[in-house]
């Protein structure tokens, strides 16, 4: 119910209702206590990806959980993009045993590997696709695997049950967008309606 599903014609949500406090307060319990009876058995990994995107209540339960949970076999896993707001997970370092792991751009090299894994199915890669596919990440590798499916998307490269190629007359008038929203948006774009509805 608090991720925005209606539940509240449940017994459980009713009679909270109304109450916003209590019924996080109540939520926030109920979750901490199932972790804590999974790690009597077995431990437990919690993991939280885009974090950058978390709202308050998030960012309060992620706290609870920590403090609370210290004496159970729990390992969080929190991801999270560098960004202005970076200071609301101070807390996470604060007193809590961690280590953090920044993960940089892929340098030239590095990139030029990842270009070669993702182009490995097709022979004689045209220099033109490596470097549509290198220049424009700017070392993010999720850019790099999005524009591959995208250029299988619009047909620019044909995928067979073996092998790969590329279609240089596509290739040369493909659109390439600059960003990685772009990227998704793009290949939102060129799904049916039936996907989009069901993707939405």
Request: glycine letters at 4%; charged letters at 30%; proline letters at 5%.
């Amino acid at each position: 119910h608090l991720i925005g599903l209606d539940f509240s014609a449940s017994p459980h949500v009713q009679e909270l209702l109304g109450d916003d406090e209590l019924f996080r307060e109540k939520a926030f319990e109920a979750c901490l206590l199932c972790l804590r009876r999974l790690g009597e058995s077995r431990p437990v990994l919690v993991v939280l990806d885009d974090l950058h995107w978390a709202d308050a209540q998030t960012l309060a339960f992620m706290r609870r959980l920590l403090e609370a949970n210290r004496d159970t076999p729990l390992l969080t896993l929190i991801m999270t993009r560098p960004t202005p707001a970076e200071h609301q997970l101070d807390w996470a370092e604060d007193g809590f045993a961690h280590r953090r792991l920044e993960l940089r751009p892929l340098d030239k090299e590095f990139s030029h590997q990842l270009a070669d894994a993702l182009l490995q199915r097709i022979d004689d890669v045209p220099a033109a696709l490596r470097a549509v596919l290198t220049d424009g990440a700017e070392g993010n590798p999720f850019y790099m695997e999005e524009l591959v499916k995208m250029l299988i998307d619009d047909g620019v490269i044909e995928v067979g049950a073996e092998r790969w190629r590329v279609l240089p007359d596509k290739l040369l008038t493909a659109h390439v967008p600059t960003t990685l929203t772009g990227v998704l948006q793009a290949r939102l774009d060129a799904l049916g309606a039936r996907e989009r509805t069901a993707l939405q």
